[in-house]
């Protein structure tokens, strides 16, 4: 069955760095896109950015271009989000997805992580 | 502020049928698939709906989405408890070349 566990909550000071893991399994990883999405406290759905699983190549919604950065390690089956010089803003849960049609104008998510909370404050 | 509008509300009795609504416009319901989630309490989102009104393996076909114009609608008929969630719609925006959401709506069963 189709799984994707992500790294733990994490608690940093504003202008830190903190890097989220997801890692699949269950299918096979290079033939489905990874979409992110960011739910702040008590808020709505907010679309980050997708990484094609195949050639690496990171698309970023707006908003989220130069200090959110997406990336793999194929060899085990695993997505990572790096967020630098973090704000308070940027409280929220973070999920890791299965994608579908990000490259064909439609891009929606068929299997979830758990999410992983990243709290700024000092 | 989202793209999409929902109401930030809804609620029903057990049994009834609820329609949530989700406004947009040519940019992105009027030109592309809308989808929905649900996600229950505490839980990570569930894909409920994809490319209008198709439902995944597994959803209960009590659950049905259409979509007319620059709008679409998620109807859940026969409400039951565990249907109590919040639900979000989302569609691709031509203009900001990405999907875009709605604020979700948060369902009671009372």
């Known amino acids: 069955q189709v799984q994707l566990v992500q790294s733990g909550s994490e608690l940093k000071e504003p202008g830190a760095s903190v890097k989220v893991s997801c890692k699949a399994s269950?299918?096979?990883?290079?033939?489905?896109?990874m979409n992110w999405v960011r739910q702040a406290p008590g808020q709505g759905l907010e679309w980050v950015g997708w990484?094609?699983?195949?050639?690496?190549?990171?698309t970023y919604g707006q908003g989220f271009k130069g200090r959110f950065v997406l990336s793999l390690d194929t060899s085990v089956s695993t997505a990572y989000l790096q967020i630098s010089s973090l704000e308070a803003e940027d409280t929220a849960v973070y999920y890791c997805?299965?994608?579908?049609?990000?490259?064909?104008?439609?891009?929606?998510?068929?299997?979830w992580g758990q999410g992983t909370l990243v709290t700024v404050s000092s | 502020q989202s793209v999409l509008t929902q109401p930030p509300s809804a609620s029903g009795t057990p049994g009834q049928r609820v329609a949530i609504s989700c406004s947009g416009s040519?940019?992105?319901?009027?030109?592309?698939?809308v989808h929905w989630y649900q996600q229950l309490p505490g839980t990570a989102p569930k894909l409920l709906i994809y490319?209008?009104?198709q439902r995944p393996s597994g959803v209960p076909d009590r659950f049905s989405g259409s979509k007319s114009g620059t709008s679409a609608s998620l109807a859940i008929s026969g409400l039951r408890s565990e249907d109590e969630a919040d639900y979000h719609c989302?569609?691709?925006?031509?203009?900001?070349?990405?999907?875009?959401f709605g604020g979700g709506t948060k369902l009671t069963v009372l």
């Open positions: 997805a299965r994608a579908r049609d990000c490259s064909s104008r439609s891009c929606y998510s068929e299997y």
């Open positions: 269950g299918y096979t990883f290079n033939v489905y896109a």
């Open positions: 990484i094609n699983t195949d050639s690496g190549k990171p």
């Open positions: 040519s940019s992105n319901i009027g030109s592309n698939y």
């Open positions: 490319r209008d009104n």
């Open positions: 989302t569609a691709w925006d031509d203009s900001l070349s990405g999907p875009v």
